[in-house]
């Protein structure tokens, strides 16, 4: 699970919901990935309170490839 919890999954949800408009793609496309990089950075992360700036940053350069 990607998420600490229930509040956590929230704030990851809008963040994934206003990415996937900035980038004009379903939100539905973008969760899988998101969540994906997020548990990887989880894990590494010292600072947990920019999770959803680095992995929004993972998740657009994938996209422009």
Same mark, same amino acid.
């Given at each position: #699970? ?5 509040? %956590?999954?929230?704030?990851? #949800?809008?963040?994934? @919901?206003r $990415?996937?408009? @900035?980038?004009?793609?379903?939100? !539905? @496309? *973008? !969760?899988?990935?998101? @969540? %994906?990089?997020?548990?990887? #950075? ?8 920019? $999770?959803?700036?680095?992995?929004s940053?993972? *998740?657009?350069? *994938?996209?422009?490839?």
């Open positions: #699970m990607p998420y600490a919890d229930a509040n %956590d999954r929230v704030k990851h #949800m809008n963040v994934i @919901e $990415l996937a408009s @900035e980038i004009d793609r379903p939100v !539905t @496309e *973008v !969760t899988p990935l998101y @969540e %994906d990089i997020l548990s990887h #950075m989880r894990d590494v992360a010292t600072i947990q309170d920019y $999770l959803p700036l680095l992995v940053k993972r *998740v657009k350069r *994938v996209f422009k490839k």
